[in-house]
T-cell receptor, first 116, second 117 residues
Framework: DGGITQSPKYLFRKEGQNVTLSCEQNLNHDAMYWYRQDPGQGLRLIYYSQIVNDFQKGDIAEGYSVSREKKESFPLTVTSAQKNPTAFYLC???????????????FGPGTRLTVL | AQSVAQPEDQVNVAEGNPLTVKCTYSVSGNPYLFWYVQYPNRGLQFLLKYITGDNLVKGSYGFEAEFNKSQTSFHLKKPSALVSDSALYFCAVRAPFGSSNTGKLIFGQGTTLQVKP
């Protein structure tokens, strides 16, 4: 988990509320990612950012939004439009998005979001 | 489109015995392959990767994986399992450099490894 921090560790949301999950990295990585993890399923990509001030939708972007105003930060907002937001959310980063070789993704410790 | 399959939801092994966690993949061209481990309520930790070169890749904590192109497999192995190896293991594939999806990791659904004393 070193180098990537996520906060809070646990988050509770009431129906209809927007919440923002924080992700910060000090690895000087260009690329950052948000994944959602549900029990018995692999990780599913929500959004990714190849470089600062740029981001693209992943496979399950509906009901989520992101920003990438700083290289080290990639916050994820879970909006009220996300119908089933209860899940474990993981942020990751890599040195580059499409480079060869040593650009495996490094993961933060995760945020567990529960809708009350 | 690329995909990854981990055919076993759970693998049970006695401590001291060898372990294998299976992974097969589908991707056009030469794949980049990864194994990650996840302990409860934690993020994923990188174990090892195959990019090119020797088919047997050695990684962290005594784990290794064998790339088999003809069988499109990348099974994770360890000669002697420890109780502390009990965790959730994910295999992932990345599209080759130059493809439209390069950079994205596609994950298998995960395999729970249970090592019993």
């Amino acid at each position: 988990d070193g180098g990537i921090t996520q906060s809070p560790k646990y988050l509770f949301r009431k129906e209809g509320q927007n919440v923002t999950l924080s992700c910060e990295q000090n690895l000087n990585h260009d690329a950052m990612y948000w994944y959602r993890q549900d029990p018995g399923q692999g990780l599913r990509l929500i959004y990714y950012s190849q470089i600062v001030n740029d981001f693209q939708k992943g496979d399950i972007a509906e009901g989520y939004s992101v920003s990438r105003e700083k290289k080290e930060s990639f916050p994820l907002t879970v909006t009220s439009a996300q119908k089933n937001p209860t899940a474990f959310y993981l942020c990751a980063s890599s040195s580059s998005f499409s480079g060869t070789g040593n650009n495996e993704q490094f993961f933060g410790p995760g945020t567990r979001l529960t809708v009350l | 489109a690329q995909s990854v399959a981990q055919p076993e939801d759970q693998v049970n092994v006695a401590e001291g015995n060898p372990l294998t966690v299976k992974c097969t993949y589908s991707v056009s061209g030469n794949p980049y392959l990864f194994w990650y481990v996840q302990y409860p309520n934690r993020g994923l930790q990188f174990l090892l990767k195959y990019i090119t070169g020797d088919n047997l890749v050695k990684g962290s904590y005594g784990f290794e994986a064998e790339f088999n192109k003809s069988q499109t497999s990348f099974h994770l192995k360890k000669p002697s399992a420890l109780v502390s190896d009990s965790a959730l293991y994910f295999c992932a594939v990345r599209a080759p450099f130059g493809s439209s999806n390069t950079g994205k990791l596609i994950f298998g659904q995960g395999t729970t490894l249970q090592v019993k004393p």
